[in-house]
């Protein structure tokens, strides 16, 4: 008579779905543990803005999400008005920390620098709309698109342009 492997497991307990669960859970731990100490610089940072916590890996999108158009815009609306006079918040969306910046000149300080240009990938959902121009390339593409760009936006161009 021949053994299946059914017949192995069986007698101890173990059907497969025991033994799945015995091997990917642990290694489901395991992940989220490598993946929390990877992040442990973002996460000890993110501790010291102000701004909603959120849970882990699902950030403060559960509590956003859920509902109509309407109360969604009431939640975000609510979070604001709770974080009006703090100039730097943070939002987790998901496990992607967002921050929003209130003072324009913080604003005009990151939209200015030749340094940090790399795009998240959140604006790769506007490549079919705008295709890869200044707004969504990044690196040495971004800078030749940029020093073609800026002449046209001189203050003697425009004066020089009288209506």
């Not at 509902?67 to 100039?87: C, H, M, R, T, W």
Request: aromatic residues 14%.
């Amino acid at each position: 008579m021949s053994t299946t492997t059914a017949d192995v497991l069986s007698p101890s307990g173990l059907t497969s779905t025991t033994l799945f669960a015995y091997l990917i859970v642990p290694a489901l731990l395991l992940w989220v543990a490598y993946y929390r100490m990877s992040r442990r610089r973002l996460y000890d940072l993110a501790n010291k803005i102000p701004g909603p916590e959120g849970l882990p890996l699902f950030g403060k999108v559960l509590d956003v999400i859920w509902g109509n158009p309407n109360s969604i815009f009431e939640k975000v609306l609510s979070l604001a008005k709770e974080y009006d006079n703090k100039p730097l918040v943070k939002f987790w969306f998901g496990p992607r920390l967002f921050l929003f910046l209130k003072d324009p000149r913080d604003i005009e300080i990151i939209l200015s620098s030749h340094v940090h240009i790399d795009k998240s990938p959140e604006y790769s959902f506007f490549k079919p709309w705008l295709g890869n121009g200044l707004l969504i390339s990044t690196g040495e593409k971004w800078r030749a698109h940029r020093k073609l760009i800026v002449p046209t936006f001189h203050l003697n161009v425009f004066a020089s342009h009288k209506y």
